[in-house]
């Protein structure tokens, strides 16, 4: 179970490597996919993800080579979500929208961003000789 659990937070980490190295190319596809959450009731998909994601990272804190970088990347990613909840759609939506009239050039470093974040996360996953 552990295993799984670290392979688990180890492929999230690569998605945000993946996902921040198509947003610095295209930042075009950062737009469309906020778009997709601003499209009927998709805007209360948002803040459970993000939250089940935290939670995630939270249970599979042991598991990781250094569980202190998963916990605190899933406090964040927990107290994201639930500032999301409590937004309500309405504000999440006009959120959203800020973020979708971003610069590219905002847009690209933010790309960095994921992907830096990506990178840690692997690595405290542990993969690679850490664990």
């Known amino acids: 179970m552990e295993a ?3 392979t688990i937070v180890f492929v999230v980490g690569l998605i ?3 996902e921040g190295i198509v947003i610095v190319i295209k930042p075009g596809f950062y737009r469309q996919a906020i778009g997709i959450f601003l499209k009927g009731r998709m805007v209360y998909v948002l803040p459970p993800l993000k939250t089940a994601f935290g939670v995630l990272f939270l249970v599979a804190a042991t598991s990781c080579a250094k569980p ?3 916990i605190a990347l899933g406090l964040i ?3 994201a ?3 999301m909840f409590m937004m309500g ?3 999440l939506k006009r959120f959203l929208n800020w973020w979708k009239m971003r610069g590219d050039w905002f847009l ?3 790309g960095v961003v994921a992907v830096v974040l990506g990178l840690l996360i692997v690595y405290a996953a542990g993969f690679g000789g850490g664990a």
Do not use: E, H
């Open 4 to 6: 799984t659990l670290r």
């Open 16 to 18: 945000c490597v993946f």
């Open 68 to 70: 202190a970088i998963i």
């Open 77 to 79: 990613t927990c107290t």
């Open 81 to 83: 979500g639930i500032a």
């Open 89 to 91: 759609p309405a504000k």
């Open 108 to 110: 690209r470093l933010l």
